[in-house]
């Protein structure tokens, strides 16, 4: 009974983090749609000369908010815990939601908004990873950690189908783009209040100092006090006592040791490699995509399904592959079906090229059909491992630094690539696909030499996988070296003397 209700629990305090993954993909996909719509553009008077800059600067202002409160959250979350800071990221991103629901008339108001809201889920997609890696049971921590991007997929379905709902059945009135921007204080809500509900997480307060609370906070997620309980305390207790002993006295340093330096370069290349894979922008910009393949006027109709498609795929993932086949073979795998899909979706839009005004066509169909089986592929590998992975691999003393450096280099990416696709599809057309072809089978390289497996072991287990026993700096041998070397220093300064 008492693993039962502790599995129980993990799933639901999982769940209610990943409302704040849900948000960040909601509040970015439903922003899109809201900017066609005619009543938003009449209310706050965008015109066919600035739709463009609109546009893009509602996309690209809640990303450099979240960008710079990666490293804001960082410290705030080490201090104040998990809890307390997902709660505050909830608080700051439904301000921002409410100024974002007025009716101001004013695109200043709006874009200010847009870098407060930007801000909370910034925060929230540092904080949540490592939150349920935390607290996640070893057994089901891959099943966990891949809710992230299973909620986020759920965040850009809806928001499609909340874009295209109003825009078929509300007529051109304020009411008709405040409804899908108001409801996203509904999740914000949700993951705010939840997280009076939940318990802190365990390996927070016990590398706090608070053993006690962490002790009942292990007892209540995991759903009773128990021999198996115990004996996982001991060995967070164990874990965390070696890694102070190891750093004792190193702070800051800690960081550019040479195993968590290449800790850091796996969060920071894998967070790039999301990016270009080039499923973030088929997401950004689905319509478009989907015009320049051959959908006609079905394009909006068509993104929805596609929404559809990542999230059965993902719930695929999630509750059968992940811990089966492993972080290491689903980036692989998935890496090169991605590439593989891509180079025919270059070959079918290079020879059958879409005609303006064209319904959709035989061949328009097979190329929707491959960024469908693209979108499958990218959420059973690298649209949830990388969040998993990044949150799973440091130690406990740099497990914010390294979830916070991960995150802030998937927002700058997420901006960059947010900023060259349109341009892309619009000036070299098809060759975009080959484009992301080729970074494609490039990760398949990648992933095959740099990528640890770390399926079915405890976040301790992860410093003897990374070889930290052989490349820490002792803070006593440091110490001694230090005074060998300046003991030399002076002998040679009297050598040369005589």
Same mark, same amino acid.
């Given at each position: 009974?008492?693993?039962?209700?502790?599995?129980?629990?993990?799933?639901?305090?999982?769940?209610?983090?990943?409302?704040g993954?849900?948000?960040?993909a909601?509040?970015?996909?439903?922003?899109?749609?809201?900017?066609?719509?005619?009543?938003?553009?009449?209310?706050?008077?965008?015109?066919?000369?600035?739709?463009?800059?609109v546009?893009?600067?509602?996309?690209?202002?809640?990303q450099?908010g979240?960008?710079?409160?990666?490293?804001?959250?960082?410290p705030?979350?080490?201090?104040?815990?998990?809890?307390?800071?997902?709660?505050?990221?909830?608080?700051?991103f439904?301000?921002?939601?409410?100024?974002?629901?007025?009716?101001?008339h004013?695109?200043?108001a709006?874009y200010?908004?847009?870098?407060?809201?930007?801000?909370?889920?910034?925060?929230?997609?540092v904080?949540?990873?490592?939150y349920?890696?935390?607290?996640?049971?070893?057994?089901?921590r891959?099943?966990?950690?891949?809710m992230?991007?299973?909620?986020?997929?759920?965040?850009?379905?809806?928001?499609?189908?909340?874009?295209?709902?109003?825009?078929?059945?509300? !007529?051109?009135?304020?009411?008709?783009?405040?409804?899908?921007?108001?409801?996203?204080?509904?999740?914000?809500?949700?993951?705010?209040l939840?997280?009076?509900?939940?318990?802190?997480?365990t390996?927070?307060?016990?590398?706090?100092?608070?053993?006690?609370?962490?002790?009942?906070?292990?007892?209540?997620?995991?759903? !009773?006090?128990?021999?198996?309980?115990?004996?996982e305390?001991?060995?967070?207790?164990?874990?965390i006592?070696?890694?102070?002993?190891?750093?004792?006295?190193?702070?800051?340093?800690?960081?550019?040791?040479?195993v968590?330096?290449?800790?850091?370069?796996?969060?920071?290349?894998?967070?790039?490699?999301?990016?270009?894979?080039?499923?973030?922008s088929?997401?950004?910009?689905?319509?478009?995509?989907?015009?320049?393949?051959?959908a006609?006027?079905?394009?909006?109709?068509?993104?929805?399904?596609?929404?559809?498609?990542?999230?059965?795929?993902c719930?695929?993932?999630?509750?059968?592959?992940v811990?089966?086949?492993?972080? =290491?073979?689903?980036?692989?795998?998935?890496?090169?079906?991605?590439?593989?899909y891509?180079?025919i979706?270059?070959?079918?839009?290079?020879?059958?090229?879409?005609?303006?005004?064209?319904?959709?066509?035989?061949?328009?169909?097979?190329?929707?059909?491959?960024?469908?089986?693209?979108?499958m592929?990218?959420?059973?590998?690298?649209?949830?491992?990388?969040?998993?992975?990044?949150?799973?691999?440091?130690?406990?003393?740099? =497990?914010?630094?390294?979830?916070?450096?991960?995150t802030?280099?998937?927002?700058l990416?997420?901006?960059?690539?947010?900023?060259?696709?349109?341009?892309?599809?619009?000036?070299i057309?098809?060759?975009?696909?080959?484009?992301?072809?080729?970074f494609?089978?490039?990760?398949?390289?990648?992933?095959?030499?740099?990528?640890?497996?770390?399926?079915?072991?405890?976040?301790?287990d992860?410093?003897?996988?990374?070889?930290?026993?052989?490349?820490?700096?002792?803070?006593?041998?440091?110490?001694?070296?230090?005074?060998?070397?300046?003991?030399?220093?002076?002998?040679?300064?009297?050598?040369?003397?005589?």
């Open positions: 009974m008492g693993e039962k209700l502790g599995t129980f629990r993990a799933w639901c305090l999982v769940a209610l983090c990943c409302m993954s849900f948000l960040f909601y509040d970015t996909g439903v922003v899109g749609g809201v900017l066609t719509l005619k009543s938003f553009q009449n209310d706050f008077r965008i015109t066919t000369a600035n739709q463009a800059n546009s893009s600067n509602a996309t690209s202002l809640l450099a979240a960008f710079f409160s990666c490293f804001f959250v960082w705030f979350t080490t201090r104040f815990g998990r809890r307390w800071s997902i709660a505050l990221a909830s608080l700051i439904n301000i921002g939601g409410v100024i974002q629901v007025i009716n101001a004013s695109l200043a709006f200010v908004a847009r870098v407060i809201s930007g801000i909370g889920v910034g925060m929230a997609t904080i949540i990873p490592m349920s890696a935390e607290m996640a049971p070893k057994q089901v891959g099943q966990l950690g891949s992230f991007q299973f909620f986020f997929t759920l965040g850009v379905m809806t928001s499609y189908w909340v874009d295209y709902g109003v825009s078929e059945h509300l !007529g051109a009135t304020t009411q008709q783009w405040q409804i899908p921007i108001g409801l996203q204080l509904v999740p914000g809500g949700i993951l705010g939840g997280m009076l509900l939940t318990k802190e997480s390996r927070w307060l016990a590398k706090s100092g608070r053993r006690e609370e962490a002790m009942q906070s292990l007892i209540w997620v995991r759903g !009773g006090d128990s021999p198996q309980v115990k004996e305390f001991a060995e967070i207790i164990a874990g006592d070696e890694e102070e002993r190891i750093t004792e006295g190193l702070t800051w340093k800690e960081c550019l040791l040479p968590n330096r290449f800790r850091f370069i796996i969060v920071i290349t894998l967070q790039i490699g999301v990016q270009l894979t080039g499923n973030t088929l997401a950004y910009y689905a319509p478009q995509v989907f015009k320049a393949v051959g006609g006027d079905q394009a909006l109709l068509i993104s929805g399904f596609f929404g559809v498609v990542k999230v059965v795929s719930l695929f993932f999630l509750l059968f592959l811990e089966r086949i492993g972080r =290491r073979g689903s980036l692989i795998g998935g890496a090169f079906l991605m590439g593989a891509m180079l979706i270059a070959c079918l839009t290079a020879t059958h090229p879409p005609v303006a005004g064209q319904s959709l066509t035989s061949t328009g169909a097979a190329a929707i059909a491959m960024v469908y089986l693209e979108a592929s990218y959420n059973i590998s690298w649209g949830p491992v990388p969040w998993l992975y990044m949150s799973e691999i440091f130690p406990s003393r740099i =497990r914010e630094a390294g979830v916070a450096v991960g802030a280099t998937q927002w990416f997420n901006f960059v690539f947010s900023q060259i696709t349109p341009h892309a599809i619009t000036n057309g098809w060759k975009t696909f080959l484009m992301f072809c080729i494609n089978w490039a990760l398949v390289v990648y992933a095959w030499f740099i990528i640890k497996e770390t399926k079915g072991r405890s976040l301790e992860m410093e003897a996988l990374f070889g930290s026993s052989d490349t820490t700096i002792d803070g006593e041998k440091d110490r001694e070296q230090s005074q060998t070397d300046a003991a030399q220093g002076r002998a040679q300064v009297v050598n040369e003397k005589h």
